[in-house]
């Protein structure tokens, strides 16, 4: 078959979008750039059945990974609510391992970083999945080095990405290493889509964050304090505020949040911070005092901690 071979490994009761994402990303190149692109994709069903379950959908794959002998340049895995079928299925894993020495990259969707762990793909490498099975993945794979707060994460050949919808931005940097920037911004805008969303970026915000929480004294108090980022935001402030002893409001926080009230509040400030280095010229200076920071390498700090990369480099990057 013509065209670079891209194949999509399907599991039992998949997230429809690990799957549909990365395909119409691809498809759609070859319609923006049909003299430059020619991605073929097939999806392959991880156990005999060829016929899967995807959401409340039922999907017809091209064929299951047992006969599947056709050339693979591109391998992903789609991920699934239900990874733990991961563990048990050993025909997958050595079919997994035979496939990605043989192709030119090989990678994940969601949780369909367990898959390619459970074969043994992840160990030695810098990896992410979805942020709310980060921590399990780090657990089960201790040698890998799981990366919660990314979008995608390449290391060599190996490309993971992070939660649903950033099957979408993975996809889009392959094409742009395939094809280049414009075919890659083409695709983005014909799918309504971010172009940079890259693993630069957080997969999660304050704002995300804000909505896990269900106790009332703790929502409010998050909201709080995205609207008054610049204030003197001290545990102890913060736990008067909310009419709770500091101990308490500490242990409640974090139960609620998953976080300790420090970093929801340095997660705030970056999250402002980036919005104003993407949107507008303003000074670093001008920015950390708007936003809380105590001054400009106090947020480098903090932006190195979050994303990886500091402000003026990240507005270099991300600069609309």
């Known amino acids: 078959m013509p065209g670079t071979q891209i194949a999509i490994v399907v599991p039992q009761h998949a997230q429809s979008l690990d799957i549909s994402g990365p395909l119409d990303a691809f498809l759609e190149a070859n319609r923006q750039a049909p003299t430059r692109c020619n991605y073929s994709?097939?999806?392959l069903s991880a156990g005999?059945?060829?016929s899967v379950t995807a959401g409340a959908m039922s999907i017809m794959t091209h064929g299951s990974i047992l006969e599947d002998e056709q050339p693979i340049d591109t391998l992903l895995v789609a991920g699934t609510p239900e990874y733990a079928q991961a563990y048990t299925e050993s025909a997958l894993h050595a079919w997994l391992r035979r496939r990605a020495s043989s192709s030119r990259r090989y990678g994940s969707v969601c949780t369909g970083a367990f898959f390619l762990g459970a074969a043994g793909l992840l160990d030695g490498f810098?990896?992410?999945t979805h942020w709310q099975h980060a921590a399990e993945l780090a657990e089960r794979f201790p040698a890998a080095n799981v990366v919660p707060d990314q979008i995608?994460?390449?290391?060599?050949?190996?490309?993971?990405?992070?939660?649903?919808?950033a099957g979408i931005d993975l996809a889009l940097k392959l094409i742009e290493e395939d094809h280049g920037h414009d075919v890659s911004?083409?695709?983005?805008?014909?799918l309504v889509v971010f172009l940079k969303r890259p693993g630069g970026q957080s997969q999660f915000s304050a704002h995300l964050a804000a909505q896990v929480a269900t106790?009332?004294?703790?929502?409010?108090?998050?909201?709080?304090?995205?609207d008054h980022l610049p204030l003197d935001l001290t545990v102890k402030t913060l736990a008067s505020r909310a009419a709770m002893s500091v101990r308490n409001f500490t242990r409640v926080f974090q139960e609620e949040a998953g976080m300790t009230p420090a970093d929801f509040v340095e997660m705030a400030r970056?999250?402002?911070a980036r919005r104003l280095l993407e949107d507008t010229d303003k000074p670093l200076q001008r920015v950390a005092s708007s936003c809380g920071f105590a001054n400009p390498d106090v947020m480098r700090r903090a932006f190195l901690r979050r994303i990886g990369t500091g402000p003026s480099e990240y507005r270099e990057r991300f600069r609309g």
């Not at 911004?185 to 014909?190: G, M, N, P």
């Not at 106790?215 to 995205?226: D, L, M, T």
């Open 152 to 165: 995608f994460v390449q290391d060599g050949a190996l490309w993971t990405s992070a939660g649903v919808t």
């Open 270 to 272: 970056v999250d402002s």
């Open 126 to 128: 810098n990896v992410t």
């Open 41 to 43: 994709v097939r999806l």
């Open 215 to 226: 106790e009332g004294r703790i929502q409010a108090i998050q909201r709080w304090i995205i």
């Open 48 to 50: 005999a059945d060829r």
């Open 185 to 190: 911004l083409s695709v983005a805008r014909r």
